[in-house]
């Protein structure tokens, strides 16, 4: 018979659990190294530093809530991995809270011959919109000179660019799909836009995290994981109206947008065995172009603005690196701006997760099937045997000494391989037009006696925290 006093028996308990943990979750055998066994919580981000790499090597591992991840780090390790085992690494690994609202549906969390038809329909249908006959150009101008209108509105003063910035984006993926824009202050649009960012938000918290480790009792328990399924449900019915609506006035001859052209596939592929084609591949698939392609084209042209301002002050305070391009034509410097942007802001730092279908080698270890893979961008766009000045906002890295553009292959911001950004060509052309437009049109600057602060926040991107600009037409 022991007497424990209750501050022992809780030291037990919790000395029990964290050893009996240890053991029963220790690192697999061929596995890469990386930290102890105990599992990583919170910010996924903060915690795939550089110094991991630098203890533990290019390729490591981490245990995040119940399972293993390996961290795959700088350009020849992603390059060996997505693209020239491309195969190995093409699936996405089942997380539960998003399984529970893809139903493996879609392109982004789908696998297998799901995920190959989604993928090559979503493809060549972007390019027949994007690139073909009924081109995205003049629509992302006109969606321009909306934007335009409202950021004069505010005349120079300090107004947070945020919420124009998303509805103009996201109508252009409005216009693909829907075939149609909403005006800004559009009460079902704001209601859209409102259910995104808040359901992008509660996707990279704790409460996601904890989720996909128990997902058996966190189905059953109240919380704000509850929220996220709630709010994308909303977003699908939205969906779910708008086609129903195409139904109804369908015109086969005349396919208006994405959802007439999905349509046309389901009735083309009508009886054939291996057919994916229905309405609800058809919700998820819109719902994945609203998802990936709408936050993440804002948040670099929010980056954007604050590069530029911070640009110029790098030139007066002299600390800039930027190449002097004054006599030199426009476009290759404009477009090594938007290139160095999207390098400094890295939106997407841990790409999407993947995972092995089969044994891997990577880097001198084997990696069993079925083991996560976190392809660190990151490690990429600012390792220093990379770029010259990694961390300074630098327009050079992609001039050569004639002031012409030059590509560099570890220009990865949209990830490499199979599973590469589905909108990448959509996404530069947008980011192409809105900033050629915006510098043509306005001035920036920070509002009298604010510096720009450069500090982000985590969600599914790193996005810049809140802040104020004012634009003044030129
Ligand atoms: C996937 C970046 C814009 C649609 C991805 C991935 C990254 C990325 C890193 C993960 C790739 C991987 O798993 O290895 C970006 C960036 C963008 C952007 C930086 C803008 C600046 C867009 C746009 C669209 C889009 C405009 C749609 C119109 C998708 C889709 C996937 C994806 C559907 C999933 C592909 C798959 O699983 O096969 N993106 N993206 N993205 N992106 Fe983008």
Known sequence: YVNWDVKSLLLFTAVFILTADYIKNRRPGSFPPGPRAFPIVGNLFTKIDHSKSERYGDVYSLRMGQTWIVVLNRFDVLKEALVDQGDVLADRPNLPLLQDISQGLGVIFSNGKIWKQQRRFALST??????????????????????????????????????????????????????????????????????????????????????????????????????????????????????????????????????????????????????????????????????????????????????????????????????????????????????EIQRMSNIVPLSLPHVTTRDIRLGGYTIPKGVTIIPNLTSVLFDKNEWETPDAFNPGHFLNPEGKFVKRAAFIPFSAGKRVCLGENLARMELFLFFTSLMQHFTFSMPAGVKPVMDFRFGITLSPLPYEVCLTSR
């Not at 059953?220 to 977003?235: A, D, E, F, K, Y």
């Not at 046309?264 to 057919?275: L, R, W």
């Not at 590069?307 to 600390?319: L, R």
């Not at 800039?320 to 938007?338: F, G, H, N």
């Open 126 to 339: 972007l390019k027949h919109f994007g690139f073909g006959k009924k081109s995205l150009k003049p629509v992302i101008l006109e969606e321009f000179s909306y934007c335009a209108k409202e950021f004069k509105s505010h005349k120079g003063k300090p107004f947070d660019p945020h919420l124009i910035l998303n509805n103009a984006v996201s109508n252009i993926i409005c216009s693909l799909v829907f075939g149609h824009r909403f005006e800004y202050g559009d009460e079902k649009f704001m209601e859209l836009m409102s259910w995104f960012g808040k359901g992008l938000e509660l996707e990279a918290s704790i409460w996601a995290q904890l989720y996909n480790s128990f997902p058996l009792l966190m189905r059953r328990l109240p919380g704000p994981h509850q929220t996220v399924q709630h709010i994308w449900n909303s977003v699908k019915d939205f969906i779910r109206v708008e086609v129903k609506e195409h139904k109804h006035n369908w015109d086969p001859s005349d396919n208006r947008d994405y959802i007439d052209c999905y349509l046309s596939e389901i009735q083309m592929n009508k009886g054939q065995a291996d057919d994916t084609f229905d309405e609800e591949n058809l919700v998820v698939c819109v719902f994945d172009l609203f998802l990936a392609g709408s936050e993440t084209t804002s948040t670099t042209l929010r980056w954007a603005f604050l590069y530029m301002v911070q640009a110029e002050i790098d030139k007066v305070v002299g600390t800039s690196r930027q190449p002097s391009m004054e006599d030199r034509a426009d476009l290759p410097y404009t477009d090594a701006v938007i290139h």
